[in-house]
């Protein structure tokens, strides 16, 4: 089975250091987007785009997270500077959305960061 | 966002079936019921959607009230494998711009007991 790809599966950095997720989303799928774990706010939308356009991204704070997909492969999520409450699971899902689909998400297995 | 409403936490016994309610009274007429479930150390799978009627695959079958306030997803005879959070979520239909986008709450956490 296609699946969705991230990079790297775990993280340990210390306060203030740059952090680059990178996700690879399944071929073919047109929408990705990126989610943030924690126990206290669960699963939350960070930002997804659509055939590499960005659609929303009003879930991620502006000052020190950004998304870019630098081509159809590859999604990244970067952190500058990195903060010990941004610690959480992130994880990238991908899938295609059209006119007339309605297609499920496929998620990756994660990447857990910790910053220290 | 339309909103859905889970129970926390539900328990089974291994073989027997279980059904997981999910309320969503504020559901709009094109909105899917989409259902995904996380197991320990992964990214939520998804389980099972549909707009109106029941729906039945290989892993689970989805019930859907005939008001859609509310759904249940049944599985049929659950083993230990099957232990994990259980989300209920709402989607928009195709070709809108929010089509794909939704709001993941709480989940159920569904423990199998041998």
């Known amino acids: 089975d296609a699946r969705v790809t991230q990079t790297p599966r775990d993280k340990v950095t210390e306060m203030g250091q740059e952090v680059t997720m990178r996700c690879q989303p399944i071929l073919g799928h047109n929408t990705v987007f990126w989610y943030r774990q924690t126990m206290m706010q669960g699963l939350e939308l960070l930002a997804y785009?659509?055939?590499?356009?960005?659609?929303?991204d009003s879930g991620m704070p502006k000052d020190r997270f950004s998304a870019e997909m630098p081509d159809a492969t590859l999604a990244t999520l970067k952190i500058q500077p990195s903060e010990p409450r941004d610690s959480a699971v992130y994880f990238c899902?991908?899938?295609?959305?059209?006119?007339?689909?309605?297609?499920?998400?496929?998620f990756g297995d994660g990447t857990r960061l910790s910053i220290l | 966002d339309a909103k859905t409403t889970q129970p926390n936490s539900m328990e089974s016994n291994e073989e027997e079936p279980v059904h997981l309610p999910c309320n969503h009274s504020t559901i709009s007429g094109t909105d899917y019921i989409h259902w995904y479930r996380q197991l320990p150390s992964q990214g939520p799978e998804y389980v099972i959607h549909g707009l109106t009627s029941n729906v039945n695959n290989r892993m689970a079958s989805l019930a859907i009230a005939e008001d859609r306030k509310s759904s249940t997803l049944i599985l049929h005879r659950a083993t230990l494998r099957d232990a994990a959070v259980y989300y209920c979520i709402l989607r928009d239909p195709p070709g809108g711009t929010n089509a794909g986008k939704s709001t993941f709450g709480d989940g159920t956490t569904l423990t199998v007991k041998p």
């Open positions: 899902a991908s899938g295609f959305f059209g006119t007339l689909i309605n297609q499920p998400q496929h």
């Open positions: 785009f659509r055939n590499r356009a960005p659609l929303d």
